[in-house]
T-cell receptor, first 115, second 109 residues
């Protein structure tokens, strides 16, 4: 299996632009998570889905952030408009949900820089 | 809400043992985990322990769990330069996962 695939790996954009981050979870996994990592705040959970349904989006910073999971093999995280304080590494992770040890499998992350 | 404490930094000499500690608040988890993050990469599961166990050993790694004190530790024997990374304790909370702030381990030659 190729693991969790994220794109783009790096994005540099200007304040006010729309940013779309993409994630392909591991096939068969039914839970998907979006995290944000910064030096100041560490690893923060933004939102997670179970069977394509958003379960908890209380970590989404504000209305500028939105996430979708139209099917079991694809999710997007959108920031519109982007601001410099959104600069961070955004990770997508997937798991089998309640099955097994519940291990989370992380993608390699998307490093976002907003100028 | 959940609260987790970890020391932010740890430096050890190559060949010595490293001990990374974590205290947590939620006692209802089924599993507790240690994840490793190498520079420029995502987190990877290093090891885990079932909540009804006190200790788990896996080659150079030893995990100790004290449920009474809500304390989890990871011991790395014969620490190598390749062990330099950030280590996160974590546990499942319902369908969600809670991560600690991470401990940055530096291994000095």
């Amino acid at each position: 299996d190729a693991g969790v695939i994220q794109s783009p790996r790096h994005e540099v954009t200007e304040m006010g632009q729309e940013v779309t981050l993409r994630c392909k979870p591991i096939s068969g996994h039914n839970s998907l998570f979006w995290y944000r990592q910064t030096m100041m705040r560490g690893l923060e959970l933004l939102i997670y889905f179970n069977n394509n349904v958003p379960i908890d989006d209380s970590g989404m910073p504000e209305d500028r952030f939105s996430a979708k999971m139209p099917n079991a093999s694809f999710s997007t995280l959108k920031i519109q408009p982007s601001e410099p304080r959104d600069s961070a590494v955004y990770f997508c992770a997937s798991s089998l949900g309640g099955a097994g040890t519940g291990e989370l499998f992380f993608g390699e992350g998307s490093r976002l820089t907003v100028l | 809400g959940e609260d987790v404490e970890q020391s932010l930094f740890l430096s050890v000499r190559e060949g010595d043992s490293s001990v990374i500690n974590c205290t947590y608040t939620d006692s209802s988890s089924t599993y507790l985990y240690w994840y490793k993050q190498e520079p420029g990469a995502g987190l990877q599961l290093l090891t885990y322990i079932f909540s009804n166990m006190d200790m788990k050993q896996d080659q150079r790694l030893t995990v100790l769990l004290n449920k009474k004190d809500k304390h989890l530790s990871l011991r790395i024997a014969d620490t190598q330069t390749g062990d330099s990374a950030i280590y996160f304790c974590a546990w499942n909370y319902g369908q969600n996962f809670v991560f600690g702030p991470g401990t940055r381990l530096s291994v000095l030659p």
